[in-house]
Structure formats: C-alpha cells, structure tokens
C-alpha cells in the first residue's frame, strides 16, 4: 500500500506553553466572562476550568481560591482604568481638554465593563473598596492638583483639595450612567461643565476675597 493510500492517523491537539503572566492573564480573561455573563454565585474553579479549557489543578496553581482570583480581576479592572485615564491626560492640550478626556475615558471603560465591576464590588469578600475613585486616588490628585494649582493661580492646598472632591464626579456620573437614566454623551457634558464651573468659580471667590480694599479719601 502507498503513502498516499494509507489511513491518515489522528494527530493529537498541540498544547501551547504559555508565559506564566499570560496564563495568568488568560484565566482572569474567562472569569470575566462568566461574572459578567452568570454573575458571581455561579463561579467556581470548575467553571473557570471549564471556561479557560485547562485543568483546576493548573488554577489552583495561579490562585489559591475564588475569592484571591476576583480580587485579582477587580483591581486589574482599575489598573487598566487608570492607565488609559492617565494616557488621555499627557496627550491632553488643554486643561478642559484634560477634563473631557479623562472624564469620556472613564464613562466608556465604566458603559463597556461596568456590569462586571459592579458584581465584582457587591461582593464584600472580594472588594473593600466601594467607590472606584479611591484607587490609585492619591498619586492621581496629586498629579491633577499641580495642573490645577498652576492653571487656576491656586495655593496647593485648595487646589489638592478640590482636585480630591471633584474625583467624585465621574463617579457619581458612573452610577448613574449603569442606571441608564441618561446618555454617556450628556452625563460627559454634564460631568465636565460640573468640574470647570467648580473650579472657575473657586478661582473667582478666591481672587476676589485677595483683592485689596480700594479706600477713598473722605471729603470734609
């Protein structure tokens, strides 16, 4: 018999050897998609196995058990944020420009992966953090504060400390965004107009009350 007539044999499926950050990657991947898919009270290591196609021994192996692996998903959710926030920010020309990119950044990574988040943060075994803004908040005020103090002629300190309290904003307008009360374009607008008008008037209070009293000399 030929080469040509012989049976083909059936050839085995190739496993591919990954990088251990990138297993790692992959199997936060498919947790993913079953939170935000199931929801939470589904997961197990049997179903992320199940999804990822690997054995519960090779998840054991990255994560010692659901709760670590969630909290692991969560704050990878926030590094990304943080990441796109802060390189919407350095391509920004302008200080409103730097608003409305770090604002519309935040909206859509919230109207994309905000069903996941929010089942990750109902969870009070997998996030002690309940408002997002709180992580990574200081490095993030700092860096704004210096723009804001620089751009508004603000002492630091009120300028930090504005800087923090407007960190809610986008927020609040997250949450409201998830409720599907209004459009992601008008909660941006709204957001942005929110925080410059903020922070122009607090530039005016605060010039204002530095100005020195023009005095008259009275007439007799």
């Known amino acids: 018999m030929t080469d ?70 969560l704050q990878r959710e926030w590094r990304r944020l943080r990441r796109l926030q ?45 408002d997002p803004t709180e992580f990574g908040r200081d490095s993030a005020v700092d860096y704004l504060a210096d723009i804001v103090a620089d751009h508004f002629g603000l002492p630091t300190d009120i300028a930090k400390a504005a800087t923090d309290i407007s960190f809610g904003l986008p927020a609040a307008a997250g949450a409201y965004l998830l409720q599907r009360k209004m459009s992601r374009k008008e909660l941006e607008d709204l957001t942005v107009t929110m925080i410059l008008g903020t922070l122009n008037e607090l530039k005016r209070d605060y010039t204002t009350r530095r100005q020195p009293i023009r005095r008259r000399r009275p007439q007799f």
């Open 4 to 73: 040509a007539l012989k049976r083909p044999t059936k050839t085995s499926r190739k496993r591919v050897r990954l990088a251990p950050q990138e297993r790692q990657s992959l199997i936060l991947d498919h947790t993913a998609e079953i939170v935000a898919r199931d929801g939470v009270s589904t997961l197990s290591m049997d179903s992320i196995s199940r999804q990822a196609g690997i054995s519960k021994s090779l998840v054991y192996n990255y994560f010692p058990n659901v709760t670590d692996l969630l909290r692991q998903l």
């Open 86 to 130: 802060a390189e919407a920010a350095e391509k920004a020309e302008t200080f409103e420009g730097l608003v409305r990119a770090v604002t519309h950044v935040y909206l859509k990574y919230i109207d994309e992966r905000g069903l996941l988040i929010e089942r990750l943060q109902a969870e009070p075994s997998v996030s002690a953090i309940h």
